[in-house]
Each structure stands twice: as C-alpha cells, then as structure tokens.
C-alpha cells in the first residue's frame, strides 16, 4: 500500500511563514485572485475585480451597459459589446472547471449571434 497524505504545511502569499497542520484530505483552489487589471479600463469589473456579465454589466464609468452596446448584453457579455467572459474570471461564477466550460460552450453559440449581426 501507498502512504497516506497525513500533513499539510500552509501559507499565505502575503506571510511566507507557514503553519503545519494535521488533515487526511486536501482540495486545491487555485486561482481565486483575478487577474484582471489590463482590462479595467475596458469592460465593467466588481469591487473584487471578477468581470461583470449580463444584467450586472455596466459601463467601466458606472453607466448603463444598454447605452454603451446599444441593447442589454447576453448573458455572458461584457460591458463592451462582443466582449465575452466566462468560468473563474467571471463575477458570480461557481468557480468550478466544469462550469467554465458549460459557459465557454454558451458563450461560443453568443459569439455566432453576435458575428452574424456585425
């Protein structure tokens, strides 16, 4: 047999001394931090800095998203229109690989609707 995992030591990015802990299970959630300052200026981010989408979506300056694309944006749209964000990026996502790929799966059938008007 194997050995068992038993141990983990832990530390933040911000405080690189870690903490040893006992634990028979580990889950790894990497990626919670988005990574989104080159598009700020761009398409409409919440506070945290996930990208807005659909209904939440507003204008980078705090606008309607309706006036700056001229309608209300798919679901998976951004703030600028043909701009589309899906999985961990997104704000409100579950943040889950399975459903990242459902809405790129989504978003693809959005991006035909939108290059077939433009």
Request: charged content about 20%.
């Amino acid at each position: 047999m194997g050995r068992a995992f038993s141990m983990a030591s832990l530390s933040r990015t911000t405080a690189p001394a870690g903490n040893a802990s006992s634990t028979r299970a580990l889950f790894v959630f990497i990626g919670a931090d988005p990574h989104t300052g080159w598009v700020k200026s761009r398409v409409a981010l919440d506070r945290h800095g996930f990208v807005l989408t659909g209904s939440e979506a507003v204008a980078p300056a705090g606008g309607d998203a309706a006036m700056l694309v001229g309608r209300r944006p798919r679901l998976l749209e951004t703030s600028c229109d043909g701009v589309f964000a899906v999985g961990d990026v997104r704000s409100g996502s579950i943040k889950r690989v399975a459903a990242a790929v459902g809405e790129g799966s989504m978003a693809i059938r959005m991006i035909h609707a939108h290059l077939a008007r433009v």
